[in-house]
Nanobody, 123 residues
Framework: QVQLVESGGGLVQAGDSLRLSCAAS????????MGWFRQAPGKEREFVAA????????SYTDSVKGRFTISKDNAKNTVLLQMNSLKPEDTAVYYC????????????????WGQGTQVTVSS
C-alpha cells in the first residue's frame, strides 16, 4: 500500500502561482509513476501531469504546458506541482496519484489516490 497526502491548495487570483505537494508513504519503492489529476464541479476527472519515479520522464495535458511543472524528490518521497499563471479554468480539486506498474495518462491505470486539495482561481 502507498499512502498519499496532498497539501498546498488555496484561493488565489488569476495570474498567481501555487505549489502543490504530495507526500508518499508506505511501499513507495513499488511506485512506477506519480501523477496529478483534477476534477472540477460537474466534470470528469482529468489528467494534469505525470512523472516517472525512476528517471524523470514527464507528461502534461496541453492546457497546462508551459505553466505547470511536475517534479519529485525521491529521498523525501515527495512530488510537487508548481502552478504558475493560474487561470479560473484551473479551478478544481487536485488529486495526487501513484501507479505501481506503468507510465500512463489514464486515471484507470493508477492504483493509489490522495484525498485531494482544492484550488480556486478567481478572475
Amino acid at each position: 500500500q502507498v499512502q498519499l497526502v496532498e497539501s498546498g491548495g488555496g484561493l488565489v487570483q488569476a495570474g498567481d502561482s501555487l505549489r502543490l505537494s504530495c507526500a508518499a508513504s508506505g511501499r513507495t519503492f513499488s511506485t512506477y509513476t506519480m501523477g496529478w489529476f483534477r476534477q472540477a464541479p460537474g466534470k470528469e476527472r482529468e489528467f494534469v501531469a505525470a512523472i516517472s519515479w525512476v528517471g524523470s520522464s514527464t507528461s502534461y495535458t496541453d492546457s497546462v504546458k508551459g505553466r505547470f511543472t511536475i517534479s519529485k524528490d525521491n529521498a523525501k518521497n515527495t512530488v510537487l506541482l508548481q502552478m504558475n499563471s493560474l487561470k479560473p479554468e484551473d479551478t478544481a480539486v487536485y488529486y495526487c496519484t501513484a501507479s505501481r506498474l506503468i507510465y500512463s495518462l489514464r486515471a484507470v491505470d493508477y492504483d493509489y489516490w490522495g484525498q485531494g486539495t482544492q484550488v480556486t482561481v478567481s478572475s
